[in-house]
């Protein structure tokens, strides 16, 4: 299945289950900006095509969830931060889901809770997925509360 199935296919869910909410996580290195063997420097960071405009559209979505899933250490990873706050791009934690522990269905403590995972380990294509997830999410009605109250995933 491709992302662009993925993503739909999620959403369909969410909407089902009246939940006001998805969870994306994002690899950074050949997902989202060139992999890099130095020592990050903020500025050496470069950006696939079309990524930092999706990755904008997403970090505004109030239904949108973004967590940072790299293997990069604590000091690199607060660079990157910042370096991506200029452009527009915030992730909401790191490594973790801290808004699900766990459900009926699931034990998140090793794995966090996602509904979308782009990385190039998992067959995300960094030159060509970045445009299909832009024009698939302008497409997206955005998740709300239903009924006046939140609902959260595994509720
Ligand atoms: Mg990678």
Redesign the pocket.
Known sequence: MGIVSCIKGQHGIALSRGWDRMYWAV?L???LILPNYEKMKAEDVVYYPDSVETMRLLSGRSDTRLIMYTCSWPAEIDEYQKRFATDGIHFDWVGENPEVNHTEYGDYSKKPYFNVLL???AGFDPHTDWEKIFRVITGLPLLQKVYGRVVRVGD
């Open positions: 690899d290195h050949s997902t990385d190039d380990k």
